[in-house]
């Protein structure tokens, strides 16, 4: 059983440099963009395995979680009862 979403660096870093364009647009967008995001990641504990394998590692444990045209791969360690987010990139279709 899953118990937390954590957050890796990268994806930190990456996210903060992303909410930092879209706030230039907008600073509402921006907080909308990041609480729906927060919320849709908390979810996977419930579903670990409804995103398909990364197209970016060779793990049947790390998952493409595509939101909003962007790609978060994230690693469901069972061992830690988490899920890791281990990035977030702008999402190019294979």
């Given amino acids: 059983m899953l118990k ?3 957050a890796s660096k990268d994806f930190k ?3 903060s440099q992303i909410l930092l364009f879209i706030s230039k647009d907008s600073k509402n967008r921006a907080n909308i963009f ?3 995001l927060i919320r849709d ?3 996977l504990i419930f579903m670990p395995l409804k995103f ?3 197209i970016y ?3 049947e444990y790390i998952r493409d979680f595509i939101f909003k045209g962007y790609c978060m791969p994230y690693l469901i360690n069972e061992k830690n009862e ?3 987010l281990l990035d977030i990139i702008k999402w ?3």
Avoid: G, M
């Fill in 57 to 59: 590692f060779e793990d």
């Fill in 52 to 54: 398909r394998k990364s």
């Fill in 41 to 43: 990641a908390n979810n």
């Fill in 92 to 94: 190019e279709e294979r």
């Fill in 4 to 6: 937390k979403v954590v």
């Fill in 13 to 15: 870093d990456n996210l």
């Fill in 82 to 84: 988490e899920i890791i």
């Fill in 34 to 36: 990041k609480n729906s």
